[in-house]
């Protein structure tokens, strides 16, 4: 896995320090879509619960039926949203033609849509995991109609 970002962190044997920090993390669309798929909570906790991520479409909705048992976790609730959002994301980004990973306004991740609309899926799964709406279902449903 190509991460240009994570560059920083790898010494530069040539010049005996570690090498610059590159001028945009988001260089690399498909380190970038990687890296943000791997959603290691939400995985764990939708397959104790018999739920495969499948990054399909279907498993969204699979989501949605689950009991929402992380709302008893103060702690965990913020990132079980995150990477309910991260999920999100990544079922849009690898089942819409054009879809992408992209800067968002305040920095973070935000899909682009190919036609130019912006969703931003990490709000959309804190929503979700803080009360159930939107439904991820419905968010993808939304952007795929356009």
């Known amino acids: 896995m190509k991460l240009p970002f994570l560059d920083i ?6 010049r005996g320090g570690l090498l610059p920090a590159p001028t945009d993390a988001w260089a690399d669309p498909e380190g970038v879509a990687e890296l943000l798929a791997e959603c290691e909570l939400l995985r764990a906790r939708s397959g104790s619960a018999g739920v495969l991520l499948d990054d399909s479409p279907g ?3 699979e989501l949605d039926q689950l009991l929402p048992r992380w709302r008893d976790d103060p702690e965990e609730l913020p990132w079980l949203g ?3 959002g991260l999920y999100l994301g990544t079922v849009l980004v690898r089942t819409l033609p054009g879809a992408h990973w992209a800067r968002g306004p305040d920095g973070g991740p935000v899909v682009e849509l190919a036609s130019g609309r912006a ?3 990490v709000g959309a799964g804190h929503q979700w995991a803080d009360d159930g709406s939107p439904e ?4 993808y449903a939304e952007a795929a109609e356009i």
């Open 9 to 14: 962190w790898r010494p530069d044997r040539r």
């Open 59 to 61: 498993s969204l909705e």
């Open 82 to 84: 995150n990477d309910a």
């Open 119 to 121: 969703v931003d899926a």
């Open 136 to 139: 991820l279902s419905r968010v």
